[in-house]
């Protein structure tokens, strides 16, 4: 009996023993597993890029901010739908097995978002980690500078085109006024001739017909010429070079007082202006010329687009300390944009108007690209259409 019970002793303690060793080996690798999961967690907090891990069905696992996630799906706790969304980039990496990278506007922001699939040994996909960051500067500036090379190349074209046109048509205009006031003169002349001679015809046409037209078709020509003058001066403002003109302090409320002055009297009839400036906003570098320009075509553009008997066009100047800079924003409850049409404003020549030339926002592009500021746009059809221009403060 006793020597029964000794062997079972002899068998039990070196595996108490072992055990006693493999549970503290396990308790030290938990140790170092919690601590490197702490560290993970501390760098990725560090991380300016949205880190997130997925298990193979969508559930958030791990994220680098400090959200409540727990048992939530992406779709739910991002977008709050029950369903998958349309084209997930996650799903996407668990199908198809492989890294992809995509850009998408979430809530009016553009993000990059890359995804790459976590393998087991096996090679089978376990989870997902997804690194997205927010992209919407980059994609506005960007935007400008393709928008800046467009319109460069585009200007070398049109500046040649308009020294052709301006010196032919500076004649016409100059001479049909002389011819039109010839044929007042004449025309007694060859009334008296007509009396003398009746059934007298000129081009063609019985000489009552044409003195009816004649004065007519000079006034129409007088006015066409006048059109492609005006069409040439937005021409020429749309082609200058930025000239070496960009070092004055720009106060921003002296721009829009001066700009009102020059259109207030035409619009009042048809729009409320209402006025909101920040007083003591800090200056900017830059052109008050050119900037009063900007303001001047938005606010045309603005009280164009209201169709109603009266609308109302709200102009407002704030400053903005987070990115430092000054904020003008002209706001208007007219017809809006489409998202067709929000995407083609800012290239030259594009107009829905019948007399416009659609170089107006062309030139609103460049005068706040020169500036290295930034426009922003929110419009929609029947609503009205907000353009924000922000402009750095003068360093
Ligand atoms: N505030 C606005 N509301 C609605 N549509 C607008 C507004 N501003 C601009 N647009 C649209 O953008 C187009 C382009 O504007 P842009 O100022 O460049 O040219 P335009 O006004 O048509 O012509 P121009 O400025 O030469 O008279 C306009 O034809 C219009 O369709
Ligand atoms: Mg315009």
Redesign the pocket.
């Known amino acids: 009996m006793e020597a029964t019970s000794q062997t079972k002793m002899d068998y039990i303690e070196p595996l108490e023993a072992q055990l006693e060793k493999n549970r503290k080996e396990l308790s030290e690798v938990e140790e170092k597993l919690n601590k490197s999961g702490n560290m993970l967690q501390a760098i990725l907090q560090t991380i300016n890029e949205i880190v997130i891990v997925f298990d193979k069905d969508l559930n958030i696992k791990m994220i680098n901010r400090q959200v409540n996630f727990r048992d939530k799906k992406c779709h739910e706790f991002f977008f709050g739908v029950p369903g998958v969304c349309e084209d997930c980039p996650v799903l996407r990496t668990i199908q198809e097995k492989k890294s992809i990278s995509v850009e998408k506007v979430i809530r009016n922001e553009y993000y990059r978002i890359q995804t790459h699939p976590l393998t087991n040994l096996q090679g089978e996909v376990e989870g997902v980690i997804e690194v997205s960051r927010p992209i919407t500067g980059e994609k506005a500036r960007e935007q400008q500078l393709f928008h800046a090379d467009k319109l460069s190349s585009l200007g070398l074209l049109v500046s040649g085109i308009v020294h052709e046109i301006n010196n032919p048509n500076a004649y016409i205009c100059g001479n049909i006024p002389i011819i039109r006031e010839a044929f007042k003169a004449i025309f007694p002349i060859l009334d008296e001739h007509v009396r003398q001679n009746p059934g007298f015809q000129v081009a063609r046409l019985d000489y009552s017909l044409f003195k009816e037209n004649v004065t007519l078709m000079l006034d129409d020509m007088i006015q066409g010429c006048s059109r492609i003058q005006n069409i040439l001066g937005?021409l020429k403002s749309f082609t200058r070079r930025p000239e070496g003109l960009l070092s004055e302090r720009v106060e921003l409320n002296d721009v829009v007082n001066e700009g009102m002055r020059l259109v207030y009297n035409t619009m009042k009839r048809m729009a409320v202006i209402h006025t909101d400036l920040q007083e003591g906003l800090p200056g900017v570098k830059g052109n008050r010329d050119k900037l009063i320009q900007a303001f001047v075509?938005l606010m045309i553009?603005?009280w164009?687009?209201i169709k109603k008997e009266k609308g109302n066009i709200w102009v407002k100047t704030q400053f903005e300390p987070k990115d430092n800079c000054v904020c003008l924003s002209i706001c208007?409850d007219?017809?809006?944009?489409g998202e067709f049409?929000k995407a083609q404003?800012f290239n030259p020549f594009?107009?829905?108007?019948k007399e416009?030339?659609?170089?107006?926002?062309?030139i609103v592009a460049k005068i706040i690209g020169e500036h290295n500021g930034r426009i922003d746009l929110k419009?929609e059809v029947g609503t009205g259409?907000t353009f924000t221009l922000r402009l750095p403060v003068e360093s």
């Not at 007219?334 to 944009?337: I, K, P, T």
């Not at 594009?350 to 108007?353: E, G, H, M, P």
């Not at 416009?356 to 062309?362: E, K």
């Open positions: 937005s075509n553009n603005a164009q687009a208007d007219g017809c809006g944009m049409a404003i594009f107009t829905t108007k416009g030339t659609g170089l107006g926002l062309s419009s259409s």
